[in-house]
């Protein structure tokens, strides 16, 4: 419609003269102008929630006192372009949220806002809200990651497996789809996994596997994987090689193969031949790196 084209011109400041005049004689123009002229004035709360046309629309019209349709088509047209402006606004200028995210095969060391180190295994991902950190030490992670912590308040640690609380420590957790694991590398750690609630000291572990919980201890100082070496007590095989995919990026073919045999050792992270002659040794398996990024395991013939 000509309204429409008018109005959108209108908005941005696009009107020839002659259209201007036109414009400026229509019978909503007093209320598109005074709209415009309270929108400059807006200003919106940090935690405000940008509701979408179709819930302002309907809000409105349940609401309002006038039935006159004709006046309210206009208003409601310039809502929308000042809500979806706002709702832009606030999506990607207005984020306090920080996430990183590792590939497989890949590491990285991060400083937090209070100067706490956190080193990042292969594929995980870590999200906290910068803007709060100083009064809220939140953060979730999803894979694994070695936490140095700076003495403070209290700093959370949440995973989809469970919640690891400290004030100032070094541990290690690992998170992954059926493997929920803590270690506690010096001062204390609190982990708390559904009914399931330990306070862990310097070199003891808390561990669910496979919904199976266990506690533990080691002699290590720091987790072997910030070494470039992966290690394992009593784990299933398909565990050993799904940490084995996400440290040389290669997808794992078994073949006669028990994948829920235990297995205890390790293998480096950087020398494939290496790792794989590490775990199919003790085990009584071979291997063959088919292509660049497929490994196939083969069992015992006998």
């Known amino acids: 419609m000509i309204e429409d084209d008018l109005l959108k011109k209108w908005l941005n400041d696009e009107l020839a003269t002659s259209e201007k005049e036109v414009f400026s004689k229509q019978n909503d123009y007093a209320i598109n102008l005074e709209i415009i002229e309270k929108a400059k004035h807006f200003k919106a709360s940090q935690f405000s929630k940008v509701d979408n046309f179709k819930t302002f629309e309907k809000s409105y019209q349940n609401n309002t006192r006038f039935k006159n349709n004709h006046w ?3 208003l409601l047209r310039i809502a929308s372009i000042l809500i979806i402006t706002f709702g832009v606004y606030f999506t990607f200028f207005n984020s306090d949220k920080v996430e990183i995210k590792t590939l497989l095969a890949e590491k990285t060391t991060l400083s937090l806002p209070d100067l706490s180190e956190v080193l990042m295994n292969a594929d995980s ?28 308040k209290t700093f959370n640690v949440k995973t989809t497996n469970g919640t690891i609380t400290v004030v100032g420590t070094e541990f290690n957790v690992k998170s992954r789809k059926n493997y929920f694991e803590v270690i506690c590398y010096e001062g204390v750690v609190n982990v708390t996994s559904d009914t399931i609630v330990r306070q862990l000291k310097a070199s003891e572990t808390f561990r669910i596997l496979n919904k199976k919980f266990t506690q533990d201890k080691v002699i290590d100082t720091e987790p ?5 070496r992966s290690n394992f007590k009593v784990v299933p095989l398909k565990e050993v090689f799904a940490e084995l995919e996400r440290q040389y990026n290669v997808k794992v073919v078994i073949n006669s193969v028990d994948a829920s045999r235990l297995f205890t050792g390790g293998f480096v992270n950087n020398n494939i031949k290496n790792a794989l002659n590490s775990i199919t040794k003790p085990m009584n398996l071979t291997f063959e790196i088919s292509s660049s990024n497929q490994v196939l395991i083969h069992g015992s013939k006998n």
């Not at 950190?133 to 979730?140: P, V």
């Not at 072997?224 to 470039?228: A, G, I, L």
């Open 72 to 74: 309210l088509r206009p």
């Open 224 to 228: 072997q994987w910030t070494s470039n």
């Open 125 to 152: 991902e870590i999200t906290y809200n910068e803007d709060f950190w100083d009064a809220n030490r939140n953060l979730n992670l999803n894979g694994e990651a070695y936490f140095k912590v700076a003495k403070g």
